[in-house]
């Protein structure tokens, strides 16, 4: 394989050592092997098997748009002389110690910590004293990482839902690769939902994933107050592997965000509407303003033929709308997937207002 080097992984499997992503390991100085192979130990380009606990029957290979687009314009614009950055995106809950303690071993020039919006949904007695505990965190951690030399960004969602964590994740790495850098996200220091949130995004944008090991857990206010909920003695780093989520391509993700905004079923005229304004080919005719009514019928089948063959049925096959005749009408809804893959793609902007500059 041009451009890669032959390796062996701790499970003994042999692969291959991705160019690019070895450059990205040594950048952050941490250890990884990525290795490409079929079930069964048969190698394969496009397959990615990691090293700790994933079987390869769950692997999915697939070369999303997502990425083609970020790699291109990464690519252009370190051929325009840009200078790479290396960014963490720190999603973060009560933790002190695996947000600032693997800075020990790794380089950073900016990071996102992302942490909790005030919001109604939480203003109960008990919801705004812990808003106020992790205020705390927010605080001693950004001011750690400015006296370490790191800019930091902070970026406030509701971080008990899902959708937002990966919406806000999934907003920030397009920037970041078009400005040519190098992006990680630390998936330990914030609570599981989260965690699982942010590790999606990053999956499904191709970025560094990494877990930093607890040598032990507070038991007292004073551990708690000095160190987070985990103690960090020797700062062990483990690197995720990824694996490629399949995702919608460009026109389909842009029809699931917009009936992610307007929150109810879309009348295939609608839909009709948005894929003009994206210039799709075949739509640009408006069948309701042509007179002939032969014709019209002609146009308006056509589209409909076009749109349901190439978009809603690819869709709704991988469970993300529904369809629902209504009279003569078709009308188009989104399930959870759909708004997960929505959220996720990175086409949806950060909430406005949600993000606040500390230095």
């Known amino acids: 394989m041009t451009g890669a080097r032959r390796m062996s992984g701790k499970s003994g499997a042999k692969g291959y050592i991705s160019k690019s992503y070895c450059s990205r390991a040594a950048a952050t100085e941490l250890p990884c092997w990525h290795a490409r192979e079929k079930p069964g130990g048969r190698r394969a380009s496009g397959t990615m098997t990691p090293s700790s606990g994933y079987s390869a029957s769950r692997l999915m290979a697939a070369t999303s748009y997502i990425l083609i687009t970020e790699r291109i314009a990464r690519g252009a614009y370190m051929a325009r002389g840009g200078i790479e950055e290396i960014v963490h995106i720190i999603p973060l809950g009560y933790e002190f110690d695996r947000a600032v303690k693997p800075f020990e071993k790794m380089k950073a020039h900016r990071a996102y910590v992302i942490t909790i919006a005030d919001s109604p949904k939480y203003g109960t007695p008990k919801e705004l004293g ?40 999934s907003a920030l790495i397009p920037s970041e690769y078009a400005d040519g850098n190098t992006v990680l996200i630390n998936m330990s220091a ?15 944008h191709d970025v560094r994933i990494y877990y930093v090991r ?45 009936l992610c905004g307007k929150g109810q079923q879309m009348r295939t005229k609608e839909l009709f ?61 989104i399930t959870e997937s759909g708004k997960y893959a929505a959220h996720i793609c990175g086409m949806m902007p950060l909430q406005p207002g949600s993000v606040r500059e500390e230095c």
């Not at 003695?233 to 690197?239: E, L």
């Open 190 to 204: 914030c609570g599981r939902l989260t965690s699982i949130g942010a590790t999606l995004a990053g999956m499904v």
């Open 130 to 169: 812990m808003n106020a505990r992790q205020r705390s965190y927010d605080d001693r951690v950004t001011s750690t990482l400015r006296a370490q030399g790191i800019r930091v960004t902070l970026v406030r969602v509701d971080i008990f839902d899902i959708l937002e964590v990966m919406r806000a994740v």
């Open 273 to 333: 509407d948005l894929l003009r304004i994206e210039k799709v080919d075949g739509y640009d005719e408006v069948f309701d303003d042509i007179e002939d009514r032969k014709k019209k019928r002609s146009v308006q089948s056509r589209q409909l033929m076009k749109l349901d063959k190439t978009i809603l049925e690819k869709l709704e096959k991988n469970g993300y709308i529904t369809k629902e005749k209504k009279g003569r009408n078709l009308y188009v809804g």
């Open 214 to 258: 607890a040598d032990e857990y507070s038991h007292t206010q004073s551990d708690e107050t000095e160190h987070g909920l985990s103690i960090i003695r020797d700062v062990q780093v483990w690197t995720l592997s990824n694996f490629q989520l399949v995702m919608p391509d460009t026109i389909s993700l842009k029809i699931l965000i917009s």
